[in-house]
């Protein structure tokens, strides 16, 4: 995701940062998918169930379930009484800090504190954030460190990378946050100048898979070693599309398949045991034609979920002031998302969360299967709480 507050036109960066203080500063052809009858989440018979986070699965109610599964923006410069209220009527379960702030850690960490006021009993809130340096950092008072674009990031030595991701990701730590929407492991190619959402702002490491793959994993490493899990983005990739998902309609990739070498960066964070994967809203033609990736069951769960094994959660772009996903009605971006085999439904504009908790519930009661999607899904949300220390 890349919000508004960023868009701002830029030349493209190409000097390489060097010494210590620049450090601070600084195809194959078309596969198809076997058909995918239902989206199939890891649940309590294929999962190890903690004893902690089944106990609150258990005592919650349908709504408070649904609630687990909703991603709200707040801002990241004060405390707001809409959005506590709405993460209470709502049961909301996770909060992105939404818009730049150059508040000090100890400054952010009072706002974080301030809305786990809100959270439901037991169960604190998810606190995320963009921070991934270069032009797309949500968090930039005095405490956080000033850091170059991924793609100088990319040329430093990766145990100098992962060093680096390590100190900022204990600065979120001790903000309250506890999960980065990166690193970025889209990848554009060398001499593209026509790709918005990544090459425009740098956010690529590099412009080979390989390269990507290796000081993308550095840095998830980095920031899971400092105490925070990595939302690694945007699958299956937006290194090739020619239009930005939040800022316009009709978003396509016509050349990235189900075996594609711009998949081996998202494979090795797999490995890497990245916890979340967000997913992007282009349409991938030579995947499923018919459907935004995080609509489609073909691509969340047959090839995400299924083909390379992702275990953990499914987080989806933002679903609610992206022109991609606009002709759809609120609540069936929410419906479509988990339908698909999404997990956790992110969208920047709080006001939405009434509309899209009331469609997941309303099909809930007419649809046994989408209500046993629902359960894992919020059950796999608790198990990822409880892992971070959320559960009380």
Known sequence: MLRRSARSPLRRRTAIATGAAA???ATVGATAIPAVAAPVRPTTSTRTTTSLAQRRFDAMTPAERVGQLLMIGCPSTSVSASCLQIIRAQHVGSVILDGNSTLSIAATHRITAGLQHAAPRGTQLLIATDQEGGEVRRLRGPGFTDYSTALVQGTWSTPVLQHWATTWGSQLRRAGVGLDLAPVLDTVRKGDTHNPPIGAFDREYGHTPSVVATKGVAVLRGLVAGGVSTA?????????????TDTTAHVTDRTTTAH???????RAAIRAKTAFVMMSSATYTRIDAQHPAAFSRT???G?????LGFPGVIVSDDLGQAVQVASVPVGQRAVRFIGAGGDLVLTVVPSQAKAMESAVLAR???SPSFTKQVDAAALLVLQQKERQGLLR
Not at 232 to 244: A, D, E, I, Q
Not at 260 to 266: N, S
């Open 364 to 366: 809930m009661r007419t």
């Open 303 to 307: 090839l995400l979920r299924t083909k």
């Open 23 to 25: 450090l601070l500063l």
């Open 299 to 301: 691509v969340v769960t």
């Open 260 to 266: 594609d070498a711009d998949l081996q960066p998202f």
């Open 232 to 244: 690694v983005k945007h699958f299956p990739g937006l290194g090739r599309v020619t239009g930005n």
